[in-house]
């Protein structure tokens, strides 16, 4: 069975940092491309980042580029995301979900509970 | 970026009726599309890709349709356990969009 557990989020004053863990099982987890995506309170989807199956690209949604930043570790089966510069815009639940193979978007299979990040002072 | 239009924001349907939910592509995305039903308080659930391919587990109720620009969702005998939000997404292109979500309920 496919899981994604994530943790990291809580209340953050604006200009301030969080970083967001999720660890995968129940599939080969360096064969998949893996993202972030979020939802406000109340609100719809909103995609916020991918990274390559080998973490060798990664992708951003214009709004976060140059304050966040997607990572992971396939040893650990873990992914992460480092959140900087905050904004009370960006309080939201993340959810990371399961992407595809190769470089290209694909559809969301699997998505973890979400943890909810709020930025407020 | 492609924007999704998702039609209706709410739905209000009987038991055993078949609901429709439509998305519009800003652009061709040549099939690129999937549909999500999130129950309240519940993470996203995969049920459409490729816009007419039905997740593993899905009940065969469910079915997706549609090309170019026009896509859509169609649940046949409405069931209690459909009350969900519905999302349309692109994968066509970076960055990946969802349309704004339906909101179905029962009557």
């Known amino acids: 069975e496919v899981q994604l557990v994530e943790s990291g989020g809580g209340l953050v004053q604006p200009g301030r940092s969080l970083k967001l863990s999720c660890v995968a099982s129940g599939f080969t987890f360096s064969d998949y491309n893996m993202a972030w995506v979020r939802q406000a309170p109340k609100k719809g989807l909103e995609w916020v980042a991918t990274i390559s199956y080998d973490g060798r690209r990664t992708y951003y949604r214009d709004s976060v580029k140059g304050r966040f930043t997607i990572s992971r570790d396939n040893a650990k089966r873990i992914l992460h995301l480092q959140m900087d510069s905050l904004r009370p815009e960006d309080t939201a639940t993340y959810h990371c979900?399961?992407?595809?193979?190769?470089?290209?978007?694909?559809?969301?299979?699997?998505w973890g509970q979400g943890t909810l990040v709020t930025v407020s002072s | 970026d492609i924007q999704m239009t998702q039609s209706p924001a709410s739905l209000s349907a009987s038991l055993g009726k078949t609901v429709t939910i439509e998305c519009r592509a800003s652009?061709?995305?040549?099939?690129?599309l999937a549909w999500y039903q999130q129950e309240p308080g519940k993470s996203p659930q995969l049920l459409i890709y490729?816009?007419?391919r039905l997740h593993t587990g899905v009940p065969s109720r469910f079915s997706g349709s549609g090309s170019g620009t026009q896509y859509s969702l169609k649940i046949d005998s409405l069931q209690s356990e459909d009350v969900a939000s519905y999302f349309c997404q692109q994968y066509y292109d970076y960055p990946p969009t969802f349309g704004g979500g339906t909101k179905l309920e029962l009557k």
């Open positions: 490729n816009a007419d």
């Open positions: 979900a399961r992407d595809g193979h190769g470089y290209t978007p694909n559809w969301f299979a699997y």
């Open positions: 652009e061709d995305i040549y099939n690129g």
